[in-house]
């Protein structure tokens, strides 16, 4: 069976410090694909990022990166000089091939203090 | 950007009634999903929608659940007889022409059943 795990429920940091986001996945399947969503206090799910298991690179994109470790089943997101506007809930999410259903983590709430 | 919408944004029925929910996809997406996010919880699947027929659905996804695609754009998700437990954000989203793409989620309907 396929699993996400995000170990922390809330994250408070103050603005400019980066804070890094934990993800653990489980998957028998060989080839999967890890998904970052943000869910801000209106609502809506925004894809932030997605890596399939073969792309073991690490990404960045402006302030936001990504570590990605098949050898822990991790793929760790970090938010650097982080801002008021990043609060928001954080899903990590797995799809294997043999399905196209997303598997979500149960989210870390993350709370930017100015 | 094309995006995905959902209508109604909101919606308060009684219990018992019939909901219908409903979404259109992004023109070019051709598998179609429902999920749902009890407050505070976790994202979870509903059912997934190809070429006019479920293609997997879960355990929440009773008899109570039907989906259709009536005209070729709006993808719906009825429930027949609501239940308190059905209070929910309702997300749709839509994926394009080759399997495990991105899904693209729409901005969610909020459910409540009084």
């Known amino acids: 069976a396929q699993k996400v795990t995000q170990a922390q429920t809330e994250i408070s940091v103050v603005e400019k410090e980066d804070v890094t986001l934990d993800c653990v996945y489980e998957?028998?399947?060989?080839?999967?694909?890890l998904f970052w969503y943000k869910q801000p206090p209106s609502g809506e799910l925004v894809f932030l990022i997605r890596?399939?298991?073969?792309?073991?690179q690490n990404e960045i994109s402006g302030r936001y990166s990504w570590n990605f470790q098949k050898s822990t089943s991790s793929f760790n997101f970090t938010i650097t000089a982080s801002q008021v506007v990043d609060s928001a809930v954080y899903f990590c999410?797995?799809?294997?091939?043999?399905?196209?259903?997303?598997?979500f983590g149960k989210g870390t709430r993350l709370h930017i203090l100015p | 950007e094309p995006e995905v919408t959902q209508t109604p944004s909101h919606q308060v029925t009684q219990m018992g009634q019939e909901v219908i929910l409903r979404c259109v996809p992004i023109?070019?997406?051709?598998?179609f999903y429902w999920y749902r996010q009890i407050l505070g919880q976790k994202v979870e699947f509903l059912v997934s929608?190809?070429?006019?027929?479920?293609?997997?659905k879960s355990e929440i996804f009773d008899d109570q659940f039907s989906v259709e695609r009536p005209d070729g754009s709006n993808f719906t998700l009825k429930i027949r007889s609501t239940k308190l437990e059905d209070s929910a954000m309702y997300f749709c989203?839509?994926?394009?022409?080759?399997?495990?793409?991105?899904?693209?989620f729409g901005p969610g309907t909020r459910l409540l059943v009084l």
């Open positions: 999410a797995l799809v294997v091939h043999r399905d196209d259903k997303i598997i």
């Open positions: 998957t028998r399947d060989t080839t999967y694909y």
């Open positions: 023109s070019n997406h051709l598998y």
């Open positions: 890596r399939n298991s073969f792309d073991e």
């Open positions: 989203a839509g994926q394009g022409l080759a399997a495990q793409e991105t899904q693209y």
């Open positions: 929608f190809y070429n006019n027929e479920i293609s997997e």
